[in-house]
T-cell receptor, first 111, second 114 residues
Framework: DTAVSQTPKYLVTQMGNDKSIKCEQN?????MYWYKQDSKKFLKIMFS???????INETVPNRFSPKSPDKAHLNLHINSLELGDSAVYFC??????????FGNGTRLTVT | AQTVTQSQPEMSVQEAETVTLSCTYD???????LFWYKQPPSRQMILVIR??????QNATENRFSVNFQKAAKSFSLKISDSQLGDAAMYFC???????????FGKGTMLLVSP
């Protein structure tokens, strides 16, 4: 009965490839997010969706494209992967003003 | 834009002792929420405690309590009777009342020794 689940847990790929990370929440929350945690552990918001509508799009390269087919799912597609994209990507959900619930993260390694 | 500052990159504590992690934030808003999240080596993000800015009473959750000083924009986390399982990275986070995302500090790594 995992609340926020994201797949895969680990992703190793080569530069130039395209990859996707999937996220699903079963909490009935309206809002979902993608956060990036860099090598220094700093967490930064990338995108936020509310009821399938994009509401926050921070300064993120166009190679990153989120997609929300319904309010329980928010996927992240990354084109033309670069070395600097290596990080841990967290999906989260919330029903404001409740706290964010995070998935367990996807560690992306680009070689 | 709001900023969250955690000035202690690393803290150490012995089992059964008490430790306090510092957090300050910068905001012009009067209504907001503050959180402490714990990230153990498993990299899971676990909510430790939350505080609503309009509440004067400091939040407590078992061995975890906060010292919320609104005028000073300070939100420290006190861990009492520290346990080995408390070893983790701790993040302080800010959320506006009318805005759903969290702004995080850079984290404090807590080391617990037997």
């Amino acid at each position: 009965d995992t609340a926020v689940s994201q797949t895969p847990k680990y992703l190793v790929t080569q530069m130039g490839n395209d990859k996707s990370i999937k996220c699903e929440q079963n909490l009935g929350h309206d809002t979902m997010y993608w956060y990036k945690q860099d090598s220094k552990k700093f967490l930064k918001i990338m995108f936020s969706y509310n009821n399938k509508e994009l509401i926050i799009n921070e300064t993120v390269p166009n190679r990153f494209s989120p997609k929300s087919p319904d309010k329980a799912h928010l996927n992240l597609h990354i084109n033309s992967l670069e070395l600097g994209d290596s990080a841990v990507y967290f999906c989260a959900s919330s029903q404001f003003p409740s706290p964010l619930h995070f998935g367990n993260g996807t560690r992306l390694t680009v070689t | 834009a709001q900023t969250v500052t955690q000035s202690q990159p690393e803290m150490s504590v012995q089992e059964a002792e008490t430790v306090t992690l510092s957090c300050t934030y910068d905001t012009s808003e009067s209504d907001y929420y503050l959180f402490w999240y714990k990230q153990p080596p498993s990299r899971q993000m676990i909510l430790v405690i939350r505080q609503e800015a309009y509440k004067q009473q400091n939040a407590t959750e078992n061995r975890f309590s906060v010292n919320f000083q609104k005028a000073a924009k300070s939100f420290s986390l006190k861990i009492s009777d520290s346990q080995l399982g408390d070893a983790a990275m701790y993040f302080c986070a800010y959320r506006s009342a009318g805005y759903s995302t969290l702004t995080f500090g850079k984290g404090t790594m807590l080391l617990v020794s037997p």
